[in-house]
């Protein structure tokens, strides 16, 4: 084998892999959370006092006179999650200037898994929902929850390779972009173009600030919750407009220098407050679901709840395997040294994770509280679960050698801060 011989899952430079690392371990947090808060959901709505869950649920605030007398679950979805697809906003955007994916023969493989991962879960789910009230439901199964997946590598004692991790965030990166897309396409019942152009003003003027690396908070913020407020009003998921500002975000220093760009800057204030509030709170208002009584077996009658689960576990592994072999044939490449086909395996596993934005899509498919939703909650909890049972097993098959993999990514000889096998000459490069 010849070292021009491309690589799959090659490693990446160790600034970025520093940086996906700290990212991952804030996610860690987060995803603990976020359990906490689906898991108090769960036994609440299960317990002779779920009434009060549900009237805490439906519960109104905001000013009715700008339409925003909204229930606590709504403020929740549209409002809480806006600053996750902030975020995630960011970190796309920074992919594509300065990350992975602004190399087309790096970004071919993680926009390649992204998409078949998405396509595979969705054909699977619409067979078997063809025809029926389901149907609309058939976006459910094409996301990944990166926060979930990486709370179950930490609670296994997973010791993935760097260049996993990294594919991993990157996918679930893409997988946000394509997800937010097929909420403003497919979700949007009823659209008022006025609205839409006004939050263009906040918007552009939002724009023009952080250009010039305005980083005022009293500026800043007014504009992007008008923004929000425009957004939601013209019909289109106000999670949208949390995408658009964090697109609009600066990614490269306007002077050479050490320290951090603007969407870094932002990224790293608001990941903790996306990660560790955002989130959680929306899955304690998403995730309550009486199973006791019947629930639990009408639920796995409903084609719904089958199709999300043969979806999120079995269409993930589908699809990004199947995309993930595709790549190979095409580039010719080989998976990277010490890397087999079961590590893909675990990771398409992990990518059936569905949790946060499935069950936002279940609810904009269905509507908040009917029974098809009650049977959407139902199909993600289990899907959730049992790919990350699933990944748990494959994962710890191989985390001997995952071991070995990682040992030799920290050896630092020189003591120069950077792991040697980051500083070898020839370093294999690949899609």
Do not use: C
């Not at 930490?154 to 679930?172: E, N, V, Y």
């Not at 152009?197 to 992007?224: C, D, K």
């Amino acid at each position: 084998m010849t070292r021009s011989t491309p690589r799959l899952f090659a490693r990446r430079s160790w600034s970025e892999t520093s940086r996906i690392g700290d990212i991952l371990r804030r996610e860690t947090v987060g995803g603990v959370l976020l359990l906490v808060g689906a898991a108090a959901a769960l036994v609440w709505a299960n317990t002779p006092w779920r009434e009060a869950y549900t009237a805490l649920s439906e519960l109104r605030v905001g000013p009715a006179s700008l339409l925003l007398d909204l229930t606590l679950a709504t403020w929740a979805a549209d409002g809480l999650l806006a600053i996750f697809f902030f975020v995630a906003g960011l970190e796309l955007k920074r992919e594509f200037v300065a990350g992975d994916l602004r190399s087309p023969s790096r970004a071919l493989l993680p926009v390649a898994a992204a998409v078949g991962g998405m396509i595979a879960p969705a054909l699977i789910y619409t067979a078997i929902n063809a025809g029926g009230p389901g149907a609309a439901g058939w976006a459910i199964p094409t996301a990944t929850d990166i926060a979930f997946a990486v709370s179950v590598l930490a609670l296994i004692g997973s010791h993935l390779p760097d260049a996993l991790r990294t594919f991993l965030l990157t996918l679930a990166v893409v997988d946000d972009l394509l997800a937010i897309t097929i909420i403003a396409i497919f979700y949007t019942d009823t659209l008022e173009i006025a609205p839409l152009l006004l939050a263009l003003i906040p918007l552009a003027a939002f724009t023009v600030l952080v250009q010039r690396r305005v980083r005022s908070w009293w500026l800043l913020l007014p504009l992007a919750v008008l923004t929000w407020v425009l957004v939601h009003e013209s019909g289109v998921h106000a999670t949208v407009a949390g995408v658009l500002l964090g697109f609009a975000v600066p990614v490269i220093r306007r002077k050479e220098g050490p320290g951090p760009g603007l969407a870094e800057h932002f990224e790293h204030r608001w990941r903790p407050l996306s990660a560790g509030v955002a989130v959680p709170i929306f899955a304690f208002f998403a995730s309550g679901v009486t199973i006791v009584g019947g629930g639990l077996a009408a639920a796995f009658a409903d084609p719904i709840t089958l199709g999300i689960v043969a979806g999120l576990v079995g269409g993930k592994v589908v699809g990004i395997m199947g995309a993930t072999w595709l790549v190979q044939r095409v580039t010719r490449a080989q998976l990277s040294e010490d890397l087999a086909w079961t590590d893909v395996l675990g990771l398409s596993l992990l990518a059936g994770i569905g949790f946060t934005v499935s069950l936002l899509i279940g609810e904009l498919a269905f509507g908040t509280g009917s029974a098809a939703d009650d049977h959407v909650k139902i199909g993600v909890l289990t899907a959730s679960l049992l790919a990350a049972l699933l990944a748990t097993i494959v994962l710890r098959y191989r985390n001997r050698v995952h071991r070995q993999i990682h040992e030799r990514e920290r050896v630092d000889l020189d003591r120069d801060d950077i792991p040697d096998v980051y500083e070898q000459e020839g370093r294999e490069h690949g899609p």
